[in-house]
């Protein structure tokens, strides 16, 4: 009886898309109007997919209210209200491009989670841009 | 030439979160104010997908409107606008989680689908919480 | 330099139409499947506007984490994951279809907003069907 | 290092489900009022999914502008505003379900996208009726 | 106790702008894609607000339930799955745009509804466009 | 014959809401976490609101296209992927608050529409917070 259940949370955040390595033109064909240097910002919807057993004393494959405090202590506190390349650890060396995030956000998760559990992440950028982590 | 077709449907009910081999105290704990006696309720979305052919005479995997009234024959005309726990046979011995509901309402549909065809519910409970079965 | 600012809140709740003034038919040909006696449920969404002049010192007509903090302590407290019929005050003796629920919000809030500013409540019963209070 | 991108387009058209190999009375019985001689319409919702490596230079799985781009030139340029099946060139033999669209799609995208990145096609013909190819 | 309450319904239609008062470039420059000859489509949300007294015995303003099965029989049963330029009578001699099709539908439903209750229709053509009649 | 047309655009910009008049701690009491000082940001939806009489040529109140062109070279140019504070005008002066951004989103566009149209704006700083100008 394996199920998969969603939490959906949202942040706030500023972010700048912009690779060091490489010259100011080449970030600009890149990264175009992302690559502003003052920042821009989105509402971010983050879905976070638990994939388990149902467990027959509760009906749950976990609780959804632990599952919100967990993701709000290891990624909204720290995400929301916040620029993403200046105030988060590990934007500070990897380019928080959508892709890149959800990945921060599926390895920030991952260790709190019972090894039984499958774990996937969903990061809506925008209404019409969105990923998953792992495909 | 395999698709995925997906139907939504709805239905209004309420509900309440018990496991009555538990004491009220550890019920409280584990279910928290989805607990309370006097019930609540949610705007259920239910949606089905259906994975097959594409049959070459018609275009479709199968009809959603043949689908559609499925859904509305062995679930939603039982569900909608009732009590989950009173109403319902199945949720007399099965606590009405999201998980469990997706369950009951899997094995209600699979019967009547043609073997050939693969099956996955989603409902949504909330905007922020929703499951799949199976996973 | 008048603006009008909204704030979106939601709660969960179980309820009845019923007129206990109105015999059982009278009731079932009025209400319908909301007259069911085990009670049904919704996802409510709630929409509290306010009216009134910009604050140039803030930029705010009034603060939205201040507003939602109201509507909370007054309003969904009282009505999330409840059953409206039995455990809300005002619903012992109002029947609590979405206009009166609406109206019922507006007294619950108006008494603690300045007088200069307007008040009106826009309550989601379903996606479909919704309510304005005053028109 | 795998991961899937979405790009959410849009285009309005018209469409008729009709196969030319039935009778009036058996497309009238197979695709009811779908079948109206006159045409009918959707606003459709098209989402381009794409799974692959995330390039460590970029931070992307494949630029989403570049995408969009594509997606513009190889489908909606030619399928907004348009009648499917008198303007579209694979709609004069095959049916414009949902199903056989999101067929047609993706076989328009596959040739120029890299061979390492996966492609599945969503397609909404409506919010409650929407289809996925291949399975 | 004056309150608004709104039913939302939804129809899909293929159409067409065009004057035939207006030569050919003409139509093109004023319409642009939206002139195809071979019409296109949408899928409409229409929402009727009616305003007016809440009815202490029901708590009502009007029976939503009433509301909907009206909308239907004046409105969605003649405009759903059509072309509203050949199929519906209004759209013979006027143009078949969001505004003129929101005064079409208040016309229709005007002369049903109680004369002490004021009638608005909202329509949306797109997630992105969408009109009210009366102003 | 007044009708309303509604257009609906969107923009990702990032802000900070701080007065310079203020002190550090009374920003920090009055703005909370939007004060932060490297910005955070959304994904904001503007709706354009023009009220006037249906042309009887058109069936228009105004060309939708032309108000989208019009509302991308004076609003949404200049603020898309933008940060507010450091690279908007106006926002030197003013704090981008949702109410002050409507406001100046107004004078941006009032100019540029016949006399004979009223306007009206609104914005959605996120799903839950939003306002309009003027009231």
């Known amino acids: ?3 998969s259940v969603y939490r959906k949370e949202h942040f706030n955040a500023a972010h700048r898309l ?3 390595d490489l010259s100011d033109s080449e970030n600009q064909r890149v990264f175009g109007k992302c690559n502003h240097p003052n920042y821009h910002g989105h509402n971010y919807e983050l879905i976070v997919k ?6 027959p004393v ?10 919100s405090e967990l ?3 290891k990624v909204t506190d720290d995400f ?4 993403l390349n200046l105030d988060v ?3 500070k060396t990897v380019i928080p491009t959508a892709e890149n995030m959800a990945w921060v956000i599926y390895n920030r998760l991952r260790p709190s989670l019972d090894s039984k559990l499958d774990l996937k992440i969903q990061l809506y950028e ?3 841009n969105f990923v998953e982590y792992p495909a």
């Open 1 to 3: 009886m394996k199920a």
């Open 18 to 20: 912009h690779n060091p």
């Open 50 to 55: 638990i994939t388990g057993d149902i467990d």
């Open 58 to 67: 509760t009906g749950y494959v976990i609780d959804l209210k632990t599952l």
């Open 71 to 73: 993701v709000k202590r």
């Open 80 to 83: 929301d209200h916040k620029n």
């Open 89 to 91: 650890e590990e934007f």
């Open 126 to 128: 925008t209404e019409r």
